[in-house]
C-alpha cells in the first residue's frame, strides 16, 4: 500500500508540473531570465507556481506533524541538523546553476521524459552522474551517513 501512495503522489505531483507548464524548460528559463522584465516579456507564472506549493506544504506539514508518527511507519525521518556550513550552501547553489543552466529540476524533468525529450533525458543522465559522484565523494570523505538513504 505505501508503494501505491507513493505512486498517486507522484502522479498527482507530475501532473501539476504539466498542467502549469513546468516540464517546458523555455518557461522555466523565461522566469530566470530577470533581462526580460525591462522587455515586459518576463513570465512570472513560476512564483505563483512556487507560492501555491510553499502554501500547500505550510499548511500540509503543519497537519500531518500533529499526527503522533506517519500512516505508513513508526517514526518521521526529519532532518536534524541545523547548522549552516559549506555542505547546506554548495548543494543549493549547484541546483540553482543546474537549473538555470538546462531549466529542468527533477521532478520536472522526470515528466518531461514522458514527451521523449533529449534535454530531458541529458539532464536525467547528468543528474544520475552527479547523485553518484555525491554518494562516491561522501563514501570518501566517511560522511554519507549525511546523504538522504537510497530506496534501492
Same mark, same amino acid.
Given at each position: 500500500m505505501p508503494v501505491l501512495l507513493?505512486?498517486l503522489t507522484? $502522479? +498527482?505531483?507530475?501532473?501539476?508540473?504539466? +498542467?502549469? #507548464?513546468m516540464?517546458?524548460?523555455?518557461?522555466?528559463?523565461?522566469?530566470l @531570465?530577470?533581462? *526580460? =522584465?525591462p522587455a515586459?516579456?518576463? @513570465?512570472?507564472?513560476? *512564483?505563483?507556481?512556487?507560492?501555491?506549493?510553499?502554501? +500547500?506544504?505550510?499548511?500540509?506539514?503543519r497537519?500531518?506533524?500533529?499526527?503522533?508518527?506517519p500512516v505508513?511507519a513508526e517514526?518521521?525521518?526529519?532532518?536534524?541538523?541545523?547548522a +549552516?556550513?559549506? &555542505?547546506?550552501?554548495? #548543494? %543549493?547553489a549547484?541546483f540553482? =546553476?543546474?537549473w #538555470? $543552466?538546462a #531549466?529542468?529540476? %527533477?521532478g520536472p524533468a522526470?515528466?518531461?521524459?514522458?514527451?521523449?525529450?533529449?534535454?530531458?533525458?541529458?539532464?536525467? $543522465? *547528468?543528474m544520475?552522474a552527479g547523485?553518484?559522484?555525491?554518494?562516491r565523494? *561522501?563514501?570518501t570523505?566517511g560522511?554519507?551517513?549525511?546523504l538522504p &538513504?537510497?530506496s534501492s
Open positions: 507513493q505512486f507522484g $502522479l +498527482v505531483f507530475g501532473v501539476g508540473l504539466l +498542467v502549469a #507548464g516540464s517546458d524548460p523555455a518557461k522555466v528559463l523565461n522566469f @531570465d530577470l533581462a *526580460a =522584465i515586459g516579456t518576463w @513570465d512570472a507564472s513560476l *512564483a505563483f507556481v512556487m507560492a501555491g506549493g510553499i502554501a +500547500v506544504a505550510f499548511i500540509g506539514f497537519l500531518v506533524l500533529k499526527r503522533p508518527h505508513f517514526r518521521y525521518s526529519l532532518p536534524t541538523a541545523t +549552516v556550513d559549506t &555542505r547546506i550552501l554548495a #548543494g %543549493p549547484i540553482g =546553476i543546474g #538555470g $543552466l #531549466g529542468f529540476c %527533477p522526470l515528466t518531461a521524459l514522458g514527451y521523449g525529450t533529449a534535454e530531458a533525458l541529458v539532464f536525467i $543522465l *547528468a544520475l547523485m553518484a559522484a555525491a554518494r565523494l *561522501a563514501r570523505q560522511t554519507q551517513a549525511l &538513504r537510497s
